[in-house]
Structure formats: C-alpha cells, structure tokens
C-alpha cells in the first residue's frame, strides 16, 4: 500500500491477520442444466398452457433485471414452446426503473444475460411506455408495460426469493414481477409511494389487479439452491399465482444462500452489483437491510466493499450500506441510475455514498481499525466473493477458532498479497470503468 497521506501513517500501523479458505457445506440439490427444458415442458404441459393460447396469438414473455440462474435458456424454452402452439411470443424487460429507466438501458442488461432478439429467435420489445389497465380494491390506478397490455397474453416468469427491504407474503417473486416489473418507472414509484412499510400491502394489492385486468395466460416461478442453481421451477394458472407464491417461498427461503457464521468484526466483500441482488449485496446474507422492515443475515460491525459488477452497469445500489468503498468502486458508479433507482424505491439509504479507500487494503485496514469490538490482535473477519456464491469464503485465523456446524477449513492459513498499489492480487481481474455522472 503506496499511499502517502496522513490517513496511511495511521493504517501502516494495523496488522491484518491470516486467512484460512472455508468450504460451507449447503444444500446443493438442483435441476441441471440439461434437463431444465423437459422439466420446464411438463411443467407447462401440466397448466396446460394450451387452454388459453391459440394460433395467431401476440404473447409477451416477461425478462426481469436480476441474474436468475438459466434465464436465457428458461425465456428460450417458454418462446420455443408457444411457437409451437403457433403463437407470435415476443420477450419485454420487466424491471421497473432499472437500466437507468431507459428502454436501451433495459435491453442492455437482458443482451448480458444472453436476452437478445437472435438468440431467443423473437422480437424484443424495449419501451417505458405504460398503459392503465384498471385500479387496485382501494381505488388507485395500475399501470403496465403498454406492450404486454396491448398483447392476447402475457405470460410472467420470476424468481422466487425473500425481499431485501420488507417482508410478507409476497416479497421477490411473481406478483412483485407484475405489481413493479411490469410496471416500468411510472408503476414502480406509485408502487413504492407509500415506502417499504407498506410494501408488503402493495405488492399484494397492485398484484393482484394485474391478475384480474389483464390477459396472463400462465406464471412460471423459479426457486435456486444455495449455490445460485435452479433447485424447482412451477408453473401455474392464472387463479393460482396468488394462492401458491407464498409456499413457494417458503420453499425459496429455505433454499438461499446463508453464511453459517453468525457475527463477524469486519465483512469483506470482493464485489457487488445488480445482477447479484436489487441491494448490490444481498441483505439477507450480508445483514445490511436498507429499511427497518426487514431482518437476518450475519451481523458485522463493519461491512467493506472492494469492487463493482460489470454486469451492474455502474449501478451501484447498496454501495451506501457499506462502512467503506474502494476508489475502484467509486470510479465506476453511474450516479444517474443510482438516483433513478432511489428516486423510484423512495429509499436512498443504498445509494449514498460511504467512505471511499485508495485500495483494497487500506479499505480492509480503515474497517478493521474503525471496530470498536475487535480484538485488534486477533480480529474476526470474514470475505466473500460476493454475496450469491458464498460455498468458498475466507475466514481470519481467530474466526477458525469455533467452526459452526457446516463450514470446513482448506489448507494452511495464508495472508492476503496485494499488489504494490494496495490491490488483492488473486481476484478475477476487472475491465475498470469510469464515472458516467458527476
């Protein structure tokens, strides 16, 4: 670490202790990626989807902004299979404001997930547009994507999964894929206009008034395993996507990813970004909620954030619960879609900025040295890669102390090489971008 300041004089001082890599045995049962496609065939067969699509009809296919384990072959299968009921399938970003609330930006992030017109062999259709379709019970006006309400049918696939930012019934799933997905920037922020208290309430009821308004023809929920493969896909009718969500997710909550370690001193994570969650970390693993309205995940006292996605697009969401940033983090934050992103949620908590490091070891050190419960001599810390894929973690030498069931130490303790700028030489190395917004 080069940096010459006075903040260095001070960290130069902090010893960082040595780290053993740790396997955490969790559940790793899935569906492989071979037979996704006759799994997904029965599913639909089950429906049957055939009931409510007829030759000749204009069916958009929802794609959403996360990375969901399989979406590019699960969206190609599902348009394969209404070509073959002799329907006209077209696919639409259902992502709420993301992508900078801009239709190129949405289809951006799909083409990263291998979403293209080519390789799903049917138009996409990119638009902000929005249609009213009818109102919720309680009088307020729904509005979706002006594509899918002007289409036969619309047929929604989502993931499954606990909410970062509230609880209920309904958190990550298909009715939140209808009630902001679907919705675009305009019905996203009605959705949130009452905050993530209310949540829970909106979903449910904006969700529901999709199902009644509109033509859904069918829903196709995806569960993934801790190791962020598809564990279960279902699909359903119309009339069941709000009674079966809530098992559903019951079954995806006890699925996700979880570190077994139940407190830390310092958390590092090596990167965060959209496609590993909306909250650039998952909260549910890392225990850094944005809202007061939900809970869970390890408890640290502080949380270090060393790099950005690619796949993020400078979407930087959940940067603002880390206790520091590095410059590298900092350098590529497109600040324009990060507001967009808090302005249409109503929470800006994930999008501020915290404090910002010149490297990945004074951030580590700045963290360490900012603890008030650490043992300064034998800390407790715990890095990730990030917070989908956490089979292989790294755990400091005090932490190897008391293993909790589950977890299994690799090899000899090591200590952590940097490169003569500060930086963590065995990451993946980054093509690095720049601020867009200033």
């Not at 079954?251 to 996700?256: L, N």
Request: glycine share 10%.
């Amino acid at each position: 670490m080069k940096e010459q300041s006075e903040l260095y004089r001070y960290l130069e001082h902090i010893k960082l202790p040595k780290f053993y890599k740790a396997k955490q045995h969790l559940d790793a049962a899935c569906i492989s990626r071979d037979q996704i496609p006759s799994v997904l065939r029965v599913q639909l067969d089950q429906v049957p989807l055939s009931d409510n699509v007829k030759p000749g009809m204009r069916i958009a296919v929802t794609a959403g902004s996360r990375g969901v384990a399989n979406i590019d072959l699960i969206i190609r299968e599902i348009v394969q299979y209404l070509k073959e009921l002799k329907a006209e399938p077209f696919i639409i970003p259902a992502m709420g404001s993301h992508g900078g609330g801009t239709a190129e930006g949405q289809l951006e992030i799909l083409e990263g997930y291998g979403i293209s017109e080519k390789t799903m062999n049917c138009p996409l259709i990119s638009s902000m547009e929005v249609q009213k379709i009818g109102d919720t019970e309680d009088g307020r006006p729904v509005y979706i994507d002006q594509a899918a309400a002007n289409a036969d049918g619309i047929l929604v696939v989502g993931r499954i999964k606990p909410h970062t930012g509230f609880r209920g019934p309904y958190q990550s799933g298909l009715m939140k894929m209808m009630a902001i997905g679907l919705g675009k920037q305009y019905g996203a922020r009605v959705c949130h206009e009452e905050g993530f208290k209310r949540m829970g309430y909106n979903v449910e009821m904006f969700g529901k008034a999709v199902i009644k308004h509109s033509n859904i023809v069918c829903a196709v929920g995806l569960i993934e395993n801790a190791f962020d493969h598809t564990w279960k896909i279902a699909a359903m009718k119309k009339e069941e996507i709000a009674s079966r969500e809530p098992d559903l997710l019951k079954e995806a909550e006890a699925h996700m990813p979880r570190l077994l370690f139940p407190d830390c001193d310092v958390l590092v994570v090596n990167e965060i970004g959209k496609n590993f969650s909306g909250d650039g970390m998952d909260p549910n693993v890392t225990g850094t909620f944005a809202t007061p309205y939900a809970h869970g995940g390890i408890q640290a006292e502080r949380v270090c954030v060393l790099d950005l996605s690619p796949e993020s697009h400078g979407n930087g969401m959940g940067s603002g619960m880390a206790s520091a940033i590095t410059q590298k983090v900092f350098d590529q934050l497109d600040l324009n879609s990060m507001y967009i992103n808090g302005f249409t949620c109503r929470n800006l908590n994930g999008s501020r900025i915290p404090c910002i490091l010149p490297s990945d070891e004074s951030a580590i050190k700045f963290c360490l040295g900012t603890c008030v419960n650490a043992d300064q001599e034998a800390p407790r810390i715990i890095r990730l890669f990030n917070s989908q894929f956490i089979e292989y973690i790294w755990i400091s030498e005090a932490m190897a102390e008391n293993l909790p069931e589950g977890v299994e130490i690799i090899g000899e303790p090591e200590e952590l090489v940097f490169s003569p700028d500060g930086n963590l030489l065995d990451k993946e190395p980054r093509q690095r971008g720049q601020r867009k917004f200033d």
